[in-house]
């Protein structure tokens, strides 16, 4: 067989970590948010681990754990413990990280995502499980790296905060499923309020192991690639990985078992430097075995909103939105919330559904805010699409009106305010523009009575000078009406 | 009869009525220690100003008319295990040789806010590995009885210092028997307290599953004064379930009468050197004309391997728990210019002994993915076994009464020259801490007619019977007589 002839089929599985949303650390009253803040400030002696210092389960760190792993169809598992995974590092205040490792509080879940041939695919969830970060490294090198720097100096704001890490099966074959498998997972994390899952803010970190099955049978080893923090690295890495196992394997050679790091900056994965530690585990003798009871499991799970792809399918099914409006008005739960909270006051949805794709996202954009925060809220606008549907509002007149609502006005108030008037014209107001309209064109009326108006084009002409002396208040069938009435007398 | 005679009852009624003051009575407890440290070397840090100006504040919210607490004024010695904030705590190790925890563990701010005054930190075998106090990288310390012999270990200092009359309590730490020996070695009582009831919060930790905290006094009274103080659960402790279970220790009552004390069979075949053998007569004699039924029960599983699976499970707890000294953030460290790993291995070489070396290279190999199954995950197994025929002993027994030890307290440097002896003289005292009893040591009079070593012997009870260990304990002392301070070599 020749070389030409071989195909590679990429065999991989992610490993994400996710950073939990509580108000405090895993093992201690520390706050978890430390943005911005002074290195070492958010420390005490648990989290430093001080000697003669004990660990304390978080509480609400277990409930987001259950959260997350609901969000992604896992079983809740309990009794579960805590294990001590013993390496050396100096961010690593213990000597040991604190982890569920293979007794984790969720496990047996999935995900839905399409393949690269477009055909629905499920890539399954081995298990999600608690444990704490470590401290985080700066190194005086210009690169950034341990190697080579002088001095390096240790943050232990990160150390504890609360993470869980979710293991997928090796059922993903290509980096863009990687990059819709992570999308989807983010997206459900987020919606289930157990992570902010802020990239930029270090929320959501991965690790990818990669091997390749080859045609002629022979197996490339897995390689795990580490260390990165952005979609984008994740694809890039997993693009290169590929090409760099296929050629290894189509030269003959055989791919080593290692672990290798991204380089985001130069687009490469390098063989680590640092030899892995040995990592050992015993049972954590300081956490008795934790005990999620069934009634807790039902309590967490009855706070688990619609997952984003139901309500995809939802909107498509009973509300009649297409696919692409539905995907964006679901893409975060506080956007969908508000789409539904607008549909609930009685607005059409396609319409409510093109306002908030176009307008509100357009302002959340802007104004780098959630939808709670748009001053519009969904009532108002519920109300201003209802207007329009009713005839009672044109949509020029609608858009200054909502205008005038984005600056905090109620309904009512933003359309005095913009000068508009809702419910139309009543029969003698409009009367009364159209014999001016049609006072001062007589000659366009000439044209018409003639019999020179086939296309209807005059007509129109006369309706438009009506709309625009009305501001758009009036209704545009009652306008022509008024006109071909006037005509006739 | 000086100020540092007293015991604890004594000094707390004394110095609240205003007999004497709280400094009247540290600075006695504080020249009876000067007088006896260099013989028995039984302090790593003596706190001469913390203690005076705590005695100091007791005395003026006396004349302000508060009450400073049922400890008030009574000077107390914590091993050098347990945090103190502000205070030197070594653990008995060159690695925290000058370290001052930023926090005070839970028992000293318990025993302080009961009105208790700090003498200072005692030695101990460094973090707690040992059985005779000298692998202290403070040196060792001697028996007040007898200044050639060990206090046992790892709680020796402590031991000694309420044995010489330092002061009436100290605090000490038990992971296989480092109360319970001690007391037994010095002639007092020792209570190893049921696992959680007394918060680990603050002690440096040895084998985390094992070790709990319980004082030294010189008598049940004071030992159930100062447990009921020590009791509690602590929020910042997971594994501490006392609820409470503390009120055990209000009232003491020497009901013997019905109880039911058990000889375990299975010991029967292992010697005791006659002084032992002889304590058990008279003990059980004791409990039998207060009341008491003699009864045997059986732990096989105890017996055979108790010892090896404790020391793979304490082994492989310590070598976690000690690998944050690394230099990286406090205690003894290097300016290493050779890189991270150097700079470990200097560190951890230089800042631990020989017996802690040992132990870390143990748990490390016992909980080797490769090895871990077949010693770690085993050991573990076997002690829910050795938990499991205990539980079933107490179907037919109140207590059991045994030895602390098959010998009484050896030379110094002899017990080290024979490490095997050393294991299997743990037998009475691991098997309770791999179950999570409570093991009083109590004392039984001197061997050889008052001149001699004295000797002790032990009750273990099921689960949170502490309280009831001391009330037989309360009927014993009254027929066996109280312990005496030792002449300390003066």
């Given at each position: 067989m020749s070389d030409k002839e071989l195909t590679f089929t990429p065999v991989i599985g992610i490993e994400i970590h996710i950073q939990l949303k509580t108000k405090s650390k895993i093992f201690c009253t520390c706050s978890a948010d430390y943005t911005n803040d002074e290195p070492n400030s958010h420390i005490c002696p648990v989290c430093m681990g001080l000697p003669g210092s004990l660990p304390v389960l978080n509480r609400a760190v277990v409930q987001q754990g259950m959260l997350a792993g609901l969000a992604l169809n896992c079983s809740i598992v309990s009794p579960t413990l805590f294990f001590r995974k013993s390496y050396y590092y100096p961010d690593l205040p213990k000597g040991f990280q604190t982890t569920q490792s293979d007794l984790p509080i969720a496990a047996s879940g999935w995900l839905m995502i399409s393949d690269d041939a477009g055909s629905p695919k499920k890539v399954r969830i081995n298990r999600l499980h608690l444990e704490e970060d470590v401290g985080k490294l700066h190194h005086s090198a210009s690169d950034g790296r341990l190697e080579g720097a002088e001095t390096s100096w240790v943050d232990y704001n990160r150390s504890g905060l609360p993470l869980a890490e979710i293991v997928s099966e090796p059922d993903i074959s290509s980096a863009r499923e990687a990059v819709e498998y992570v999308t989807a997972l983010r997206r459900r994390v987020r919606y289930a309020g157990a992570s902010d899952v802020d990239l930029e803010k270090g929320m959501m970190r991965f690790d990818a192991n990669v091997s390749m099955k080859c045609s002629d049978g022979r197996w490339g080893r897995k390689v795990e690639v580490k260390n990165m923090n952005s979609f984008r690295a994740l694809e890039r890495a997993i693009e290169f990985e590929i090409k760099r196992q296929i050629k290894v394997m189509r030269e003959g050679g055989e791919v080593l078992q290692e672990t290798r790091h991204w380089n985001d900056a130069k687009e490469?994965?390098?063989?680590?430097?640092?030899?892995?530690?040995?990592?050992?585990?015993?049972?954590?003798?300081?956490?008795?075995?934790?005990?999620?009871?069934?009634?807790?499991?039902?309590?967490?799970?009855?706070?688990?909103?619609?997952?984003?792809?139901?309500?995809?399918?939802?909107?498509?099914?009973?509300?009649?939105?297409?696919?692409?409006?539905?995907?964006?008005?679901?893409?975060?739960?506080?956007?969908a919330e508000y789409f539904e909270a607008c549909i609930a006051c009685g607005a059409n949805p396609v319409r409510a559904g093109n306002w908030i794709r176009t307008e509100i996202l357009r302002f959340m954009g802007e104004r780098q805010v959630g939808a709670?925060?748009?001053?519009?809220?969904?009532?108002?606008?519920?109300?201003?699409?209802?207007?329009?549907?009713?005839?009672?509002?044109?949509?020029?007149?609608?858009?200054?009106?909502?205008?005038?609502?984005?600056?905090?006005l109620p309904f009512a108030e933003a359309v005095k305010k913009s000068g508009a008037v809702t419910g139309g014209l009543d029969a003698d107001a409009l009367a009364k523009v159209v014999s001016e309209i049609l006072a001062g064109n007589a000659d366009v009326i000439e044209e018409i009575k003639s019999g020179k108006d086939t296309k209807g084009k005059k007509m129109k002409f006369l309706q438009g000078l009506v709309m625009r002396e009305t501001k758009g208040q009036a209704r545009p069938d009652e306008v022509s009406a008024a006109i071909e009435a006037s005509l006739k007398s | 009869m000086r100020l540092h005679e007293l015991n604890v009852r004594e000094i707390a009624a004394g110095v609240r009525a205003r007999k004497f003051s709280a400094v009247e009575v540290f600075?006695?407890?504080?020249?009876?220690?000067?007088?006896?440290?260099?013989?028995?070397?039984?302090?790593?840090?003596?706190?001469?100003?913390?203690?005076?100006?705590?005695?100091?504040?007791?005395?003026?919210?006396?004349?302000?008319?508060?009450?400073?607490?049922?400890?008030?004024?009574?000077?107390?010695?914590?091993?050098?295990?347990?945090?103190?904030?502000?205070?030197?705590?070594?653990?008995?190790?060159?690695?925290?040789?000058?370290w001052a925890p930023p926090y005070d563990a839970t028992v000293w701010r318990l025993l302080q806010e009961a009105g208790a005054v700090l003498l200072g930190k005692a030695n101990m075998d460094e973090f707690a590995m040992g059985n005779t106090t000298s692998t202290s990288a403070f040196g060792p310390t001697a028996n007040p009885w007898d200044l050639t012999r060990v206090?046992?270990?790892?709680?020796?200092?402590?031991?000694?210092?309420?044995?010489?009359?330092?002061?009436?309590?100290?605090?000490?730490?038990?992971?296989?028997?480092?109360?319970?020996?001690?007391?037994?070695?010095?002639?007092?009582?020792?209570?190893?307290?049921?696992?959680?009831?007394?918060?680990?919060?603050?002690?440096i930790a040895y084998g985390s599953s094992l070790d709990q905290i319980g004082p030294f006094t010189r008598n049940v009274e004071d030992m159930a004064l100062v447990m009921g103080i020590l009791a509690r659960q602590d929020p910042r402790d997971s594994t501490s379930t006392c609820g409470t279970r503390g009120e055990c220790f209000s009232k003491l009552s020497d009901g013997m009468k019905g109880k039911r004390v058990a000889l375990v069979r299975d010991f029967k075949e292992f010697t005791l050197d006659q002084g032992i053998a002889e304590a058990m007569k008279k003990t059980i004699a004791a409990l039998e004309s207060a009341g008491a039924e003699m009864v045997e029960v059986s732990l096989p599983t105890v017996g055979r391997y108790a010892v090896a699976c404790y020391y793979a499970i304490a082994a492989s707890e310590a070598h976690t728990n000690l690998a944050r000294?690394?230099?990286?953030?406090?205690?003894?460290?290097?300016?290493?210019?050779?890189?991270l790993k150097d700079m470990f291995q200097e560190v951890r070489s230089f800042g631990f002994g020989g017996e802690v070396k040992s132990r870390i290279i143990a748990g490390t190999c016992l909980t080797e993915p490769v090895r871990s199954e077949q010693y770690y995950v085993a050991a573990t197994r076997v002690r829910t076994l050795i938990a499991r025929e205990f539980s079933e002993a107490f179907q037919n027994a109140d207590c059991i009464l045994q030895p602390v030890t098959p010998s009484l307290a050896p030379k110094i440097g002899e017990a080290d020259e024979d490490a095997m002896k050393g294991y299997e003289s743990d037998l009475y005292t691991l098997p309770v801490n791999m179950a999570g009893l409570p093991g009083y040591s109590f004392f039984t009079g001197h061997y050889d007619a008052g001149l001699g070593l004295p000797v002790g012997l032990q009750l273990v009870g099921p689960r949170w019977s502490d309280g009831e260990l001391l009330n037989m304990g309360f009927a014993l002392e009254k027929a066996l007589g109280a312990p005496v301070i030792a002449k300390a070599g003066l």
């Open positions: 490469v994965t390098r063989a680590s430097r640092v030899k892995e530690f040995y990592r050992k585990f015993i049972v954590e003798p300081d956490l008795p075995p934790m005990v999620v009871t069934p009634e807790w499991i039902e309590r967490v799970k009855a706070t688990l909103p619609e997952m984003p792809d139901q309500k995809m399918a939802r909107y498509v099914k009973e509300l009649g939105l297409t696919e692409v409006d539905a995907s964006v008005l679901t893409d975060s739960r506080d956007v709670g925060d748009v001053p519009v809220k969904p009532e108002a606008l519920a109300e201003l699409v209802r207007s329009v549907d009713d005839g009672n509002l044109s949509t020029t007149a609608a858009k200054t009106v909502f205008e005038a609502m984005l600056e905090g | 600075d006695d407890c504080l020249d009876r220690s000067v007088a006896c440290e260099g013989k028995v070397a039984a302090l790593i840090t003596t706190t001469v100003d913390v203690g005076r100006s705590q005695a100091r504040r007791i005395d003026e919210r006396l004349s302000k008319g508060e009450d400073p607490g049922p400890l008030a004024g009574v000077p107390v010695v914590l091993k050098d295990n347990m945090c103190t904030r502000g205070v030197r705590t070594t653990a008995g190790s060159r690695i925290l040789g000058d206090p046992g270990g790892s709680s020796g200092g402590s031991a000694a210092v309420v044995s010489a009359g330092y002061v009436p309590f100290s605090l000490g730490s038990d992971t296989g028997g480092s109360i319970r020996q001690p007391a037994s070695y010095c002639g007092i009582c020792g209570l190893k307290p049921t696992y959680g009831m007394v918060s680990r919060y603050g002690l000294f690394d230099g990286v953030r406090y205690g003894y460290t290097v300016d290493s210019s050779t890189g």
